[in-house]
Every structure is written in C-alpha cells, then in structure tokens.
C-alpha cells in the first residue's frame, strides 16, 4: 500500500489564506451595507429579477400617490359644492316663509314691500350660491366644465340665464366629478302650471298674474319642441305672441283675451293656454318657457308681492309660486343627494386605493427589504468565520521549515 503527498508551498498557503480572509472581508462588508440600510437589493446587480419587482411597485405606488392627490381634490370641490347646495335649500325655506308671510291678509302695501326687499335679498343670495367657485376658480355648477359664469343677468328684462354647459360629467373607477350640474339644479324646475313655466317681467304695472298654465294639444311640435314664447299686452284685453324659439323671433298679429284666457303657440296661437288673475295693463309682458328656473319662479313671485296692493290681492301670486318653489327645493335637494352620492363614492375609492397602497408596498418590501433576523444571524456567523479565518492564518505564517530550523 503506497501513500502519495503532494508537496505545497509556504506562498501558495499563504496566498490562499489571504484570498479567503479577503473574501470574507467583502462578504462582511456587504452585510454590513445591507443591515446598514435595512435592504436585500443594494442595487440591480444583487438581484436583477427582485429589483425590477421593486421598480414595478415602486412605479405603481407613485401613480396610486397622485391619484390620490387629484381624488382629494375632487373630494374637496364636491364637499364644497354639497356645502353650497345645503345652504341654498335653506334660502328657498326662508323663501317660502316669507311667501306664506305675505299672503297673509292683515298685509298692507308697507309690509308687502319689506317683505319684498327680503324676498329679493334672498334670491340674490342664491344667485351667488349658484354661481360658486372652487379655490382655481372653477364653477362648481357649471355642468359640463364650461369656464363661463354659470348664471347670468344679460339685461334687466331677461331675468337669469344659464351660461354653463348643461350635463353632468361622469366619474370613472378612481375619480369623481369636479362640478355638479346647475341647470338641473337651478334651472330646470319642473313648473305646476302645465307643462310649462310663466313669469311676469319686474317692469309689469298692471295686477295680473299668472295662476294656471295647459297644454290644449298634447301631441302639438311647438309644445314637444319645447318653444318659449314672450306674451305682450297692448291693452287690458289685447295682446301678441312672440316665439322666442324662433330664428328670427317672430311675433303674431293682435289676440284678444277669452275672459281670463290667454292662448299661445301652434298654428293660430291655439296649442296652450294661461290664465290670469287680475287685470293686464298695457305693455305688461309674461314669459312662457318649457322649463323655469329657480330664479323665474322667484322672480315671479317677487314681482306679484311687489304689485300687490295688499296681502289679499297677493295671494293669488303666492299660490301660484308656492308649487313651483316646493319642485325647484326638490331640484336643489336632488343635486345635493347626487353630490353626497358622489362624496360615498370618493371614500369607497379613497378605501381601495389606500388598500392597494398597502399591497404595492408589501410587494417592494419582499423584493428589496432585508429579513432583519436573518440580516443578522448571517453578519453574526460571517464575523466568526473572518475572525477564524485571520487566527489561522496568523498560525501558519509562523510555521514554516526556516522558523522551525532555527
């Protein structure tokens, strides 16, 4: 049986030695990095598999962060608007008190024309209400995102018209509306007089008032087309009739009243009716439209208190307002459902993206992060091997033959 050395060399042990030593020193060295800044993935090189699925999350993360941001500030604009709205039923309630107040017979001309100056106090209120904007100077009901003036007074016989865009923006899985839709909410109150709103112009001198509306051929295109029309007395029974739809307006030849009856639209003005309470005065003029705003019916009502010579004589005007007030509530309060509707759908998106926040930042966590006990238990166990490692090699550096020989 024959035994075989191999013959190795004092610098080759040496040079081995250091080699492991050094090794073991950059080992230590990483783990100290890793443990220092508490992460597995220093850099791509460490794990490239693990650092792009960090990358990803991290990416993913940062878009859910701005999201966020601009749902915050949708969530801000519909708070507000909801704000705004709840203020605006209030008004139309001190509104309406203040009708009731004026019907009341014991009335004279004096109070009247208090109540009056509240009436209109209140509904330049609204009107400011109505054309609220957000902190960028956004309307806040100004529909489809139109930067104009939602509502506005182009002359003093106009009344308040709607200049926003109509309609209602719709949201998606991670946004909501910046504004709500202020012709459905002001300006498309659906009248009681029929299927139409009349309101007598501020300037009328005469004390008629308008109290009831009808359509006499339901199935008429001037009445499904929706024309509005402007009625002009030239005497206390005569008048003509402008449609306003038209373009040019055109306007019929002279009408005369059957009693209390007003005929209007349609081949020979016969299509639909009003009827007034009290006696027209020359040049006294009402509007007729498919569809009233909040505005029209109150301005509607001011002008027949302000007429009125006592509380007796105003009841009429009172009366017809009232309905139409209560559905133009209605409208403000169906829009400030759709805003608190809106503000449950921001807080289930706000839920799901906080959620979503958490997950994407447990996928980087286990693609990069460092598990610390194991982080270190492995500097631990490095620590020994190095130091095992420079205590043997300070051993066999001292036991070379010419150390032993001499």
Do not use: C, W
């Not at 309307?139 to 926003?164: H, Q």
């Not at 008629?208 to 206390?236: D, E, H, K, R």
């Amino acid at each position: 049986m024959s035994n075989f050395f191999a013959r190795v060399g004092s610098a080759d042990a040496y040079a081995s030695a250091i080699n492991n030593i050094g090794g073991r020193q950059s080992r230590l060295t990483q783990l100290q990095s890793n443990l220092t800044a508490g992460k597995r993935v220093l850099k791509p090189s460490d794990d490239p598999t693990a650092a792009a699925q960090a990358e990803r999350a991290i990416t993913r993360s940062a878009q859910v962060t701005i999201q966020q941001r601009a749902l915050s500030l949708q969530k801000d604009n519909m708070s507000h608007a909801e704000t705004v709205l709840g203020q605006a039923s209030d008004a139309i309630q001190s509104f309406r008190e203040l009708l009731v107040q004026a019907g009341n017979g014991a009335n004279t001309a004096s109070d009247l024309g208090t109540i009056t100056s509240q009436l209109t106090t209140l509904r330049n209120q609204l009107l400011t209400y109505a054309n609220t904007t957000d902190a960028n100077g956004q309307a806040l009901f100004g529909g489809l995102g139109s930067t104009n003036t939602p509502f506005i007074e182009p002359n003093a016989t106009a009344g308040v018209v709607f200049a926003g865009l109509g309609g209602q923006t719709n949201g998606t899985a991670l946004t909501i509306p910046n504004t709500i839709d202020g012709q459905a909410a002001f300006a498309n109150v659906t009248p009681t007089t029929g299927a139409f709103a009349i309101s007598a112009q501020s300037g009328n001198t005469g004390t008629a008032t308008a109290s009831a509306g009808t359509i006499l051929v339901p199935t008429s295109p001037n009445v499904l087309a929706g024309n509005s029309y402007q009625i002009n007395f030239t005497s206390g029974t005569t008048y003509t009739v402008t449609n306003l739809s038209a373009s040019p307006p055109t306007t019929s030849g002279s009408l005369t009243m059957s009693g209390s009856t007003v005929t209007f639209g349609g081949a020979g003005n016969a299509d639909q009716q009003m009827t007034l309470t009290g006696t027209p005065a020359a040049g006294d003029s009402f509007t007729v439209k498919p569809k009233a705003s909040i505005f029209d019916v109150m301005d509607s009502a001011i002008a027949g208190i302000k007429n009125a010579s006592s509380g007796t004589s105003a009841q009429a005007s009172v009366s017809g307002s009232l309905a139409s007030l209560d559905n133009a509530y209605v409208a403000v309060q169906a829009a400030r459902g759709l805003a608190g509707d809106y503000l449950n759908q921001a807080d289930v998106i706000d839920s799901n993206q906080q959620t979503k926040a958490v997950q994407l930042e447990g996928d980087r966590s286990r693609a990069e992060d460092l598990d610390m006990l194991q982080g270190i238990s492995d500097f631990q166990n490095q620590t020994t091997g190095y130091q095992a490692a420079l205590k043997s090699y300070a051993q066999i550096q001292s036991m070379s033959l010419f150390d032993f020989l001499k």
